[in-house]
C-alpha cells in the first residue's frame, strides 16, 4: 500500500477534487429529510443518498483510489500473480484484462466502476513487477500515477489510456536508461480479444428461489463506500439469475437467494471450483433448530 498511496499524491495533484475519503455512515443514509426553516416558502428538498455508481461519477479520483485499496484487498493476490519477464524485455501490456475476463456479465454493466477495477489490478502489477525487477519505487509509483491521473481526467476512455500508455512507455524507457541492469519496458499487445468463457449455468434447491449475484469486488466496494452491500437499489451492481441461459461469473461471487418461506440464503463461492460441472448449484439452508 506504500507505493499505492505514494502514486496518488501524484494523482490527487494532477486531479484535484473537493470530497473526503470517507462517506457518511449508513445511518445517516435512512435518515428523514431536515425540518424546513421558518417561514419556508417551499418544502425542504429531501435528501437522496447517493448510488454507488453516482459516487463514482461524482468524484473519480477520490472513487479511484478507494478502489484500489479495495482491489489489492479482495483480488489483487489472485489476480496479479507474477508472470516472467519475456525474453524481449518487460511487457506492460502482459496480462490481457479486460472488464469482461475480470467481471464476466458485470464487465458491461458496471460502467466507469467496472474500468476502475481493470486498471487498479493493472497499475498495482506493475508496481510490483517493476520494483522486483530493480526499478527505482518511488520514481514508478510517480510515473504510474501521472498514467492513472490522465485516465481519471478522460474518464477512462480507450484512446485517453493508449496516449496515456504511450506516456508512461516512454518515461520508464528514460528511467530504464538511468538505471543499470533493468529490463527494457515494451508494449506489444498480444492477447486474443476473445476471452474464455466464463459461463456456468445457475441452480437452487428446491427450484423455486430466486437468486441475485454480485462480484465480491463490488460487493466490497459498495461497503468500503460506506453503502449496504447488500442493498440492491443503493449497491448497484446486483443482477438477477439468467434462468434462459448461462452467466459469465469470472471471479469471486456472492449470492442472495430470497425462498417462497421467506427467508433468504446467502453466502459466496469461487466459480473456477464449479467449471468442471459448468453449474453452480444453491442450496436452501435448513432452518435452526
Same mark, same amino acid.
Given at each position: #500500500?506504500?507505493?499505492?498511496?505514494? %502514486? ?46 453516482? &459516487?463514482?461519477?461524482?468524484?473519480? %479520483?477520490?472513487?479511484?483510489?478507494? #478502489?484500489?485499496?479495495?482491489?489489492? &484487498?479482495?483480488?489483487?493476490?489472485? &489476480? ?7 525474453? !524481449? !524485455? ?20 458496471? !460502467?466507469?466502476?467496472?474500468? #476502475? ?13 517493476? %520494483? ?59 492477447? &486474443? ?36 452491500? !447488500? ?10 439469475? %439468467?434462468?434462459?441461459?448461462? #452467466? ?42
Amino acid at each position: #500500500m506504500k507505493i499505492v498511496t505514494f %502514486a496518488f499524491l501524484v494523482l490527487i495533484a494532477a486531479a484535484p477534487v473537493q470530497a473526503q475519503l470517507q462517506g457518511p455512515p449508513l445511518s445517516a443514509l435512512r435518515v428523514d429529510p431536515p425540518a424546513p426553516p421558518p417561514n419556508a416558502q417551499t418544502a425542504a428538498t429531501p435528501l437522496i443518498a447517493l448510488t454507488s455508481s453516482a &459516487k463514482v461519477r461524482e468524484v473519480p %479520483a477520490v472513487q479511484y483510489l478507494l #478502489m484500489k485499496t479495495v482491489v489489492a &484487498k479482495s483480488i489483487g493476490v489472485q &489476480k496479479t500473480r507474477a508472470l516472467p519477464v519475456e525474453a !524481449g !524485455g518487460y511487457n506492460l501490456l502482459k496480462y490481457c484484462w479486460t472488464a469482461a475476463n475480470v467481471l464476466g456479465d458485470w464487465g458491461e454493466s458496471s !460502467g466507469l466502476t467496472g474500468e #476502475m477495477v481493470v486498471r487498479a489490478l493493472e497499475t498495482l502489477s506493475w508496481s510490483r513487477d517493476l %520494483a522486483r525487477a530493480g526499478y527505482p519505487e518511488a520514481q514508478v509509483a510517480e510515473a504510474i500515477g501521472r498514467y492513472e491521473a490522465a485516465l481519471i481526467a478522460a474518464s477512462f476512455t480507450d484512446a485517453a489510456r493508449g496516449r496515456a500508455l504511450e506516456a508512461l512507455r516512454t518515461e520508464l524507457e528514460g528511467l530504464q536508461m538511468r538505471t543499470p541492469g533493468t529490463s527494457k519496458i515494451i508494449a506489444r499487445e498480444r492477447c &486474443k480479444r476473445q476471452p474464455s468463457s466464463l459461463a456456468l449455468s445457475v441452480a437452487t434447491s428446491p427450484d423455486d428461489g430466486f437468486a441475485r449475484f454480485i462480484p465480491f469486488v463490488l460487493h466490497q466496494f459498495c461497503l468500503a463506500q460506506q453503502i449496504d452491500p !447488500g442493498d440492491a437499489v443503493q449497491c448497484d451492481y446486483w443482477q438477477s439469475a %439468467a434462468r434462459e441461459r448461462p #452467466m459469465s461469473f469470472a471471479s469471486e461471487i456472492v449470492y442472495s437467494v430470497n425462498w417462497p418461506d421467506k427467508t433468504v440464503s446467502t453466502g459466496r463461492f469461487n466459480p473456477d471450483e464449479h467449471r468442471t460441472a459448468g453449474t453452480v448449484t444453491l442450496r436452501q439452508r435448513p432452518p435452526k433448530k
